[in-house]
Structure formats: structure tokens, C-alpha cells
């Protein structure tokens, strides 16, 4: 019964060691919401390379210049914002969720922030603390 | 047994101080692998821009 415990107790910190290094993300959920985010970027992108839409800095992107887009286009593309930021949050949620704080999700939300205009093509619109500015 | 209950111990409260740790670096990898995923297709049509 003795060795069987100090097994079972290298087990255990062989576990608490590798997560405390890594954050899972290879989830259903996770997969579905990036899945989705994906399919609605081609209809963003017009709008991220016109500047109608910029990236924010709390990782959303904001609906900046509307009198730029057609009016009939007006209404699908307030849809698209709002359906993208919610997908956004749900991104978040989903990680924090998988790795069972779900406390961290803010935190999350607050690492992807950076690395969203990070990875934007030049030319989107990002706020910064001078107001808009583009890449 | 003793002993065993020490070591038990240390490990669970290892366990809960390192999950107490938010993994920030892992967190900002698998964020550029995502956000990479999600804007890849649109990225490959725009010739050089990044």
C-alpha cells in the first residue's frame, strides 16, 4: 500500500506541475466558438481594412465610423459587431472554463488584448491612449 | 504513514498554490495561435501585409 501512495502522490504533483505551466485549449467549446469567429471574419474584414470597425483595447472591437458604411449595410454590420464581441466573450469564458477558473476569464480576456492589434494587418484601426490610430 | 501524510500534504497544497497561478505566457501562445486561426484564411488573399 506504501509505494502505491508515493505513486500516487508523484501522480499527483506530476499533474499539478504541468498545469500549472500550460492552459488548455483544445476544447469542443472552444472549437465551436473559433469556428464561428473564423466564418463571420470575412464578412468583417471589408470593414476592418475601411476602418467602419477598430479594435478596442479590452480585446472587442467597436463600430467607429458608421457614416462611412452604406445605409442599407448599417444594420447587418451592428449584428456582426455585437454577435463578434459576444463570441469574443464566450472565447474567454470557454478557456477559463476548460481550465476550471473561471475566475480567470478577465484575465484572459486581458492577455488576448494585446495580441489581438498585435496580430491585426497594417492599415486596421486600433484605440489607443491617444484616441484611434492605424496600424 | 507518517510520512506518506506529510508528503500528501505538501503535494495537495502545492497542487492548490500552483493552479492558483495564472499561466500568462502559455495564455499569450495559444492566444496568437487562435487569433492566427480565426484571421488566417482573410490574411493569405492580402499579399505581405501582417
Known sequence: MKPLNYLFVALLLLVSLNSAADIEVNTPGVRSVTAQMQMRHAQLLPYYTSGAVGLNTDGSIVLRDIESVPLAARQKLQRLVEAENLDRNRLYSEIANANAHPEWQSAIRAAFAPRWISNAQRGWWMMSDHGWIQK | ?50
Open chain 2, 1 to 50: 504513514m507518517k510520512k506518506t501524510g506529510i508528503v500528501l500534504l505538501l503535494t495537495l497544497a502545492g497542487c492548490a498554490s500552483a493552479n492558483v497561478y495564472f499561466p500568462a505566457s502559455s495564455v499569450q501562445k495559444e492566444a496568437d495561435k487562435i487569433i492566427q486561426q480565426i484571421w488566417q484564411p482573410q490574411h493569405t488573399e492580402v499579399k505581405g501585409v501582417k
